[in-house]
């Protein structure tokens, strides 16, 4: 998965905890993607960013997830006051530029979330 | 893609066989698509791409067919091998934007 590392790889939490996943893209990527997947189905896009800009969070929920790409260090997926509906896998991947004009889009191994 | 559904569906090949996995996308403005492979418990691994301006590519073993007329991605995998067992999606830049879209997914599973 040419080093979309992403942590940590598996997280429980209860109800109404906060969840942060975090993802390092490949070195030299600045395009940044997230998606969830739920079991026995496809990966949902969530939002797109680039260094410290925000280009696309239309498959975001509205409320309780938030995500970020800061200038330095790794890009966040925060997930507020969680639910049991929250649970799944949430990948992370990159690109060097914008990955759906044709820049290869590289997956981490993913982060997978149970909420108790 | 096609919209989300709660049971993949599979296909079941001998080893040896050629494989072909189908896809039908759903923006006839998408112009770059890729298919990607997941095994159990993993992120998805990039297999090939292809641009609106071709109708085949082919890499080591696979080849992927575009049918604009019909909205159709093909994957062919020849001589498939037990490490192949995987789900395969196709992905799409629907609409030519900046994001991929993710079919449904198809379970391939090879029979020794």
């Known amino acids: 998965n040419a080093g979309v590392m992403q942590n940590p790889r598996h997280l429980v939490r209860r109800r109404g905890q906060e969840a942060r996943l975090r993802c390092s893209p490949v070195?030299?990527?600045?395009?940044v993607y997230w998606y969830r997947q739920l079991p026995e189905e496809g990966l949902k896009f969530m939002v797109y960013?680039?260094?410290?800009?925000?280009?696309?969070e239309s498959g975001m929920p509205k409320e309780r997830f938030s995500a970020e790409f800061p200038k330095e260090g790794p890009s966040i997926l925060r997930i507020q006051q969680v639910v049991r509906g929250d649970s799944a896998a949430y990948f992370c991947a990159s690109s060097q530029g914008q990955g759906a004009s044709g820049n290869t889009i590289y997956f981490g191994e993913g982060s997978w979330l149970t909420v108790v | 893609g096609e919209s989300v559904g709660l049971h993949l569906p599979t296909l079941s090949v001998q080893e040896g066989d050629n494989s072909i996995i189908n896809c039908a996308y759903s923006?006839?403005?998408?112009?770059?698509f890729i298919w990607y492979k997941q095994e159990s418990g993993k992120g998805p691994q990039f297999i090939i791409d292809?641009?609106?301006?071709?109708d085949k590519r082919q890499g080591q073993r696979v080849t992927v067919l575009l049918n604009k007329t019909v909205k159709h991605l093909s994957l062919q995998i020849a001589a498939t091998q037990p490490g192949d067992s995987a789900v395969y999606f196709c992905?799409?830049?629907?609409?030519?934007?900046?994001?991929?879209?993710f079919g449904t997914g198809t379970q391939l599973k090879v029979e020794l």
């Open positions: 292809i641009r609106s301006n071709m």
């Open positions: 923006n006839s403005a998408s112009d770059y």
């Open positions: 992905a799409e830049n629907e609409g030519g934007g900046n994001k991929l879209t």
């Open positions: 960013l680039q260094k410290e800009n925000i280009i696309d």
């Open positions: 070195k030299g990527h600045s395009h």
